[in-house]
């Protein structure tokens, strides 16, 4: 059976009308489920970089919930992590999840 490894990232009720917070939020979950996954997997950030084709310092600003991510970059770490990417967003609320590929 696959294991997912996701961040739900839900946006205090006194923030949830301001954009940036909801941004930051979505920014916020996708890097904690990327470190999740890669820590799983036991790969330093300069493995997950080489892997995905970026330098260390980008999978560091991905980590930290830094980065508005492309739809270039998810596919680029879903691969590099071996796993799909399912990402739910819902008002205000953000799911994230990396599901290891079959064995």
């Given at each position: ?15 949830r009308?301001?954009?940036?917070y ?7 979950a ?17 493995q ?9 310092a ?10 508005t991510?492309?739809?270039?970059l998810?596919?680029a ?27």
């Amino acid at each position: 059976m696959s294991r997912g490894y996701h961040t739900q990232w839900l946006i205090p009720d006194e923030h949830r009308a301001d954009p940036a917070y909801v941004e930051a939020g979505a920014a916020i979950a996708l890097g904690q489920a990327v470190y999740d996954r890669r820590t799983a997997l036991g790969f330093t950030q300069g493995q997950l970089a080489h892997r995905a084709g970026m330098t260390e310092a980008e999978v560091e600003r991905i980590e930290g919930g830094a980065v508005t991510p492309t739809v270039a970059l998810l596919r680029a770490l879903a691969h590099a992590l071996d796993a799909r990417l399912d990402l739910s967003v819902e008002d205000e609320e953000t799911l994230v999840t990396f599901v290891a590929h079959a064995a």
